[in-house]
């Protein structure tokens, strides 16, 4: 059986809470090792740096299919 990853993108960004973005990290920890520890706003601006540099975070069906790893809100902080 294939199972098929989303990747992390702007789009898809702000729908993860910080519980999720920290399980992508610790998921793609050849790109981000040991980054899932920083504060809130340091590990955004982080994987946002990650994403520009057009480095692949893939997200496994076991976070994206996860409501605690989701935002309810859609919150885009700058």
Known sequence: MIVMMERLT??????Y??????EICRYN???TS???NLPVI???KYLILKINEDN???IPPFIYNN??????YNLKIS
């Open 29 to 31: 920890r050849d790109i």
């Open 10 to 15: 702007i789009d898809n960004f702000y729908d």
């Open 56 to 58: 692949h975070l893939k």
């Open 67 to 72: 409501k605690r790893c989701t935002s309810r």
């Open 17 to 22: 809470n910080i519980i999720g973005l920290r």
């Open 34 to 36: 040991g980054f899932n």
């Open 42 to 44: 340091d590990l955004r």
